[in-house]
């Protein structure tokens, strides 16, 4: 009986441990807790993150938020106030400006779009291009899936007066598209697979997991002051740091001070700068709140589902005719990712130098929806003593096709600097009218071109 009593205590045992091993089931290992943030801001530039510092230095400070910044470029070309460096030299002097900017308030944590070159001008289309709009979106993806922010910030997504130049736009195009997909599982899947082997030295899978943000703010350096008013909250920066016992805004200009290479500010510009108060425009949220409410308003630590945009409704179809280039770009965007509030936000508005030193370059759209090609023909309402080429308002467009038109638009010698000309255009084929497009133009130097 010896070898039945063996077996039972063989079987009695291989049980405890299948027994200990149901008790014992693996977890999945976490994502790297060192870079969750609760913000993550995406900016064009080095010196970009200014614009928010007096907001973010009080949320870091009173209510131990984690924030990280992402920047389209390393801010390679420009001005150099402080030495000869530029290009590739003035980049990595100005990645450590910004490095050590963000620090001095609280932010440890920043990367470089590893494409982003800086190009100072003002079409977000040429910016997407020369930083590889593809490469760059996945670049950002990425980082919304390592930092899991709860918010993201960045740039308003416009071509107006102030805030129009191009890698903030970018900056903010891309910050929106990662918004809404990085919680897709099929948007750079190679991103979310689990590599084979986690501990050997292949590379095979990046191991990341899909996030869902759960908001998003922009922010504007528009001439317009007034333009983001009420579309989101606003903040002082007057409130007096508990540790540094000075206002934030002071603790904004202080920053601002690594930027030397960029030292183009008076001390009166910062001080006006520095203490205005900043004002977000919400341009979307899966977590309710009211529009004017706080940044973090319904926000809580669990994680969402990903929220797929919604389908496009085909009655919504293109005009036929419309400004074209970033205009007609900034109409698709804000209905095809579901800012609700960008749509119809602002009428489109440019820049022309006084004196007819500068010329303004107008892009326009003519749509053909029929089978038949279609002759049409642009008429052109200008101030007086305003010209345009080219002449000819006649344009043949064929069936279900696009016709892009460039116009160059020269002011009037006499007009005086800092005032403002409405432009518009009406198209019409075969007596019936196609539709108007009106710009409204401000005659002043910017130094941005188009």
């Not at 209510?63 to 530029?86: F, I």
């Not at 470089?112 to 997407?128: M, Q, T, W």
């Amino acid at each position: 009986m010896k070898w039945l009593r063996v077996v039972c205590m063989i079987a009695v045992v291989g049980l405890c441990v299948t027994s200990s091993k149901a008790q014992q089931a693996q977890k999945n290992m976490p994502p790297d807790e060192r870079y969750k943030v609760d913000i993550l801001i995406v900016v064009g530039h080095p010196d970009d993150d200014i614009e928010v510092a007096a907001y973010i230095a009080k949320l870091i400070e009173e209510q131990h938020k984690r924030v990280a910044v992402v920047y389209g470029t390393r801010g390679n070309s420009g001005g150099n106030a402080v030495g000869w460096e530029q290009s590739k030299a003035l980049a990595d002097v100005r990645e450590m400006e910004a490095r050590h900017s963000i620090a001095s308030y609280g932010i440890t944590d920043a990367w470089f779009l590893k494409n982003g070159s800086d190009s100072p001008g003002g079409d977000v289309l040429r910016s997407l291009e020369i930083w590889g709009h593809g490469q760059s979106l996945e670049e950002v993806v990425r980082l919304v899936r390592l930092t899991r922010p709860e918010v993201i910030l960045t740039w308003m997504p416009g071509y107006v007066v102030g805030e129009n130049h191009e890698d903030h736009q970018a900056a903010c195009v891309l910050a929106t598209e990662a918004f809404d997909m990085a919680g897709d599982p099929l948007v750079f899947p190679e991103q979310l697979t689990a590599p084979r082997n986690r501990l050997g030295i292949n590379n095979y899978g990046e191991g990341l997991r899909v996030w869902q943000p759960k908001k998003i703010y922009f922010f504007s350096d528009a001439t317009d002051l007034d333009l983001p008013k009420g579309k989101g909250p606003e903040y002082k920066t007057s409130d007096i740091s508990p540790s540094k016992k000075i206002p934030y805004s002071e603790i904004a200009a202080k920053a601002w001070g690594f930027y030397k290479t960029q030292n183009d500010f008076t001390d009166a510009q910062l001080k006006a700068f520095t203490e205005a108060p900043i004002r977000f425009i919400r341009g979307k949220s899966l977590v309710g709140g009211t529009v004017t409410g706080d940044i973090f308003e319904g926000v809580t630590p669990a994680p969402i589902p990903y929220h797929p945009l919604a389908p496009r409704d085909p009655k919504n179809r293109q005009p036929a005719f419309e400004l074209g280039g970033p205009w007609s770009f900034y109409r698709m965007f804000a209905v095809a990712h579901n800012l609700t509030e960008m749509q119809g936000f602002y009428a489109p508005e440019a820049q022309v130098a006084p004196g007819g030193i500068d010329t303004l370059w107008v892009p326009l759209l003519v749509r053909n929806d029929t089978d038949a090609e279609e002759t049409v023909t642009i008429q052109a309402n200008l101030p007086n003593g305003w010209t345009q080429m080219p002449i000819d308002q006649n344009f043949i467009v064929g069936p279900h096709d696009a016709f892009p038109i460039q116009l160059t638009i020269k002011p009037n010698d006499a007009d005086k600097k800092g005032t403002w000309q409405n432009l518009s255009w009406t198209a019409s084929s075969d007596g019936k009218q196609l539709g108007t497009v009106t710009l409204r133009v401000q005659v002043v130097s910017n130094g941005l071109p188009q």
